[in-house]
């Protein structure tokens, strides 16, 4: 099994910065292999259905949606088994839950944190 926990959701005015992070616990490695392969951050406002964010492979590829592109970035660090969501440029319409997602090596398997709140007031 593998937990994931998030944190750094806060309060933050238009255009403030705010850092994510989601520390994974558990069984990270079997038969001395990862267990999970791309890790990302999915966001869900009131009313509205979970969207991507931003998602990072083992590697180091990204993807971004593109109402964030310019202003977000994933990164990863394995020795620490966390992913991190540096965010700019906030605007009110980022207000959302943010959660936290890792994809098992095994296949169409995901592992969920229960989110974090971020608010962005103007």
């Not at 079997?30 to 890790?39: A, D, R």
């Not at 180091?60 to 977000?72: E, F, M, P």
């Not at 997602?101 to 709140?117: D, L």
Request: net charge positive; charged share 15%.
């Amino acid at each position: 099994q593998v937990q994931l926990v998030e944190s750094g959701g806060d309060l933050v005015q238009a255009g403030g910065s705010l850092r994510l992070s989601c520390a994974a616990s558990g069984i990270l490695f079997s038969n001395n292999v990862f267990t999970i392969n791309t890790m990302g951050w999915y966001r869900q406002a009131p009313g509205k259905q979970r969207e991507l964010v931003a998602t990072i492979s083992r590697g180091g590829s990204t993807n971004y949606a593109d109402s964030v592109k310019g202003r977000v970035t994933i990164s990863r660090d394995n020795a620490k088994h966390m992913v991190f969501l540096q965010m700019n440029s906030l605007k009110p319409e980022d207000t959302a839950v943010y959660y936290c997602n890792a994809e098992s090596v095994r296949g169409n398997i995901y592992y969920w944190g229960q989110g974090t709140q971020v608010t962005v007031s103007s």
